[in-house]
T-cell receptor
Framework: GDSVTQTEGQVTVSESKSLIINCTYSATSIGYPNLFWYVRYPGEGLQLLLKVITAGQKGSSRGFEATYNKEATSFHLQKASVQESDSAVYYCALSVGTQVVGQLTFGRGTRLQVYA | DPKIIQKPKYLVAVTGSEKILICEQYLGHNAMYWYRQSAKKPLEFMFSYSYQKLMDNQTASSRFQPQSSKKNHLDLQITALKPDDSATYFC?????????????FGSGTRLTVL
């Protein structure tokens, strides 16, 4: 089946430093993968951060960027300068167009802690 | 204001009992979903509904039954509760876009079964 791997369960970064959260995927279902990053701030629900549905394209939102790399099957999340307010859990997710509608395959999430 | 409302936020139940988790969306979407996140596991797809009809069911147990009384409602009834059912249950919605749907999630109901 399809899978998403986030290698880091937790990342701790100093404010104003750069960030990379790794995400790789495996899509065995027939169809074209769509890739997403969701974020969950403390006490809140999941929010869509960004999505990319075309290989080679980059998505961006709130200073975060991720590029859909089909060759490397990766969708790493990056930010040049993090803030304390970015502290949250980040989830990489995958859907494949011809599979079950609305079925996202999620990674386990990466908890980002930003300290001043 | 939240556009997807889930109630209650927290729920404690005893083994063998029955509970209903409520979900309403005000995004005007025509599809709704349930996901579950158990401790130390990724979010898992459970059900999808469109126009109040079940589209897909990835839940093995018949103890989990979605109920849609209105097109913007999708409740989840869970019967004969077990401790393994303890999880956070997320409701989501989207417009149907031929496989390119973007899902929007509620804040979840955390269920604890004792």
């Amino acid at each position: 089946g399809d899978s998403v791997t986030q290698t880091e369960g937790q990342v701790t970064v100093s404010e104003s430093k750069s960030l990379i959260i790794n995400c790789t995927y495996s899509a065995t279902s027939i169809g074209y993968p769509n890739l997403f990053w969701y974020v969950r701030y403390p006490g809140e629900g999941l929010q869509l951060l960004l999505k990319v549905i075309t290989a080679g394209q980059k998505g961006s939102s709130r200073g975060f960027e991720a590029t859909y790399n089909k060759e490397a099957t990766s969708f790493h999340l990056q930010k040049a300068s993090v803030q304390e307010s970015d502290s949250a859990v980040y989830y990489c997710a995958l859907s494949v167009g011809t599979q079950v509608v609305g079925q996202l395959t999620f990674g386990r999430g990466t908890r980002l802690q930003v300290y001043a | 204001d939240p556009k997807i409302i889930q109630k209650p936020k927290y729920l404690v139940a005893v083994t063998g009992s029955e509970k209903i988790l409520i979900c309403e969306q005000y995004l005007g979407h025509n599809a709704m979903y349930w996901y579950r996140q158990s401790a130390k596991k990724p979010l898992e797809f459970m059900f999808s509904y469109s126009y109040q009809k079940l589209m897909d069911n990835q839940t093995a147990s018949s103890r989990f039954q979605p109920q849609s009384s209105k097109k913007n409602h999708l409740d989840l009834q869970i019967t004969a509760l077990k401790p393994d059912d303890s999880a956070t249950y997320f409701c989501a919605s989207s417009q149907r876009l031929g496989g390119k749907e973007t899902l929007y999630f509620g804040s979840g109901t955390r269920l604890t079964v004792l």
